[in-house]
């Protein structure tokens, strides 16, 4: 069993190690991190959805921003598209499921926004929606996948690929590169920043 745990362990750290070594990926993770820092003196927000443990990761980088990840600071704007109820069920009630996170964003996302879909395999229906609704309003898409980057990765403005087939492992991949995120933003926005 104990065996078993570390390979576990390995396999995370054997991932992450991947993504260190990846330049592109490296470099398309700084594009996202100063654009999302742009976005604070524009007025505008990050805009975040994903399915099952991905609608956790939306919520807990949201949350990041618009309350405090490392230090004491003004409310960054943020909203996760998972956590109300009422807009998911009316939505998935009368428009079905595949438009739950479009029909949001059409209502909530402003020009200039960014929406980040999240999802290990980069084929989840309502993100790729929401991705063609983000488009028609000038709003910015980010795919955080992984595998081979599906479908979000094609039509997605930047694209952060997980380099695993492993569905834990790439989110678990995902949340480092959203506190990454958080990181950046929060110490470039309200600190000395870090040199990018
Ligand atoms: O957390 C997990 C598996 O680790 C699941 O809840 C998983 O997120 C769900 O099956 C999602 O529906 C998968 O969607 P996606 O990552 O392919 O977009
Ligand atoms: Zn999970």
């Not at 405090?68 to 069920?89: C, H, K, Q, V």
């Not at 499921?97 to 926004?113: N, P």
């Not at 488009?135 to 403005?157: H, N, P, Y």
Request: negative net charge; charged residues 25%; proline residues 2%.
């Amino acid at each position: 069993m104990k065996e078993y745990i570390k390979d576990q362990i390995k396999k995370s750290y054997e991932t992450k190690q991947k993504i260190y070594e990846n330049e592109e990926l490296l470099n398309n993770i700084v594009d996202v991190a100063k654009k999302c820092v742009k976005l604070y003196q524009g007025d505008k927000k990050t805009i975040l959805a994903g399915n099952g443990g991905s609608a956790a990761d939306a919520q807990h980088i949201a949350a990041e921003l618009v309350g405090r990840y490392g230090f004491d600071r003004p409310s960054i704007p943020s909203l996760a598209l998972t956590t109300d109820t009422s807009n998911l069920t009316a939505i998935g009630n009368d428009y079905g499921y595949d438009h739950v996170f479009s029909r949001q964003l059409e209502g909530m996302g402003q020009k200039g926004d960014i929406f980040i879909g999240i999802s290990t395999s980069g084929n989840s229906i309502n993100i790729i929606k929401a991705f063609q609704s983000a488009k028609l309003k000038g709003i910015t898409t980010v795919a955080l996948v992984g595998r081979d980057g599906g479908e979000m990765a094609k039509i997605a403005d930047i694209s952060l690929i997980v380099p695993s087939d492993s569905t834990p492992r790439i989110q678990e991949s995902h949340i480092l590169i959203g506190h990454i995120l958080c990181d950046i933003i929060e110490k470039e926005i309200f600190a000395d920043g870090v040199s990018l």
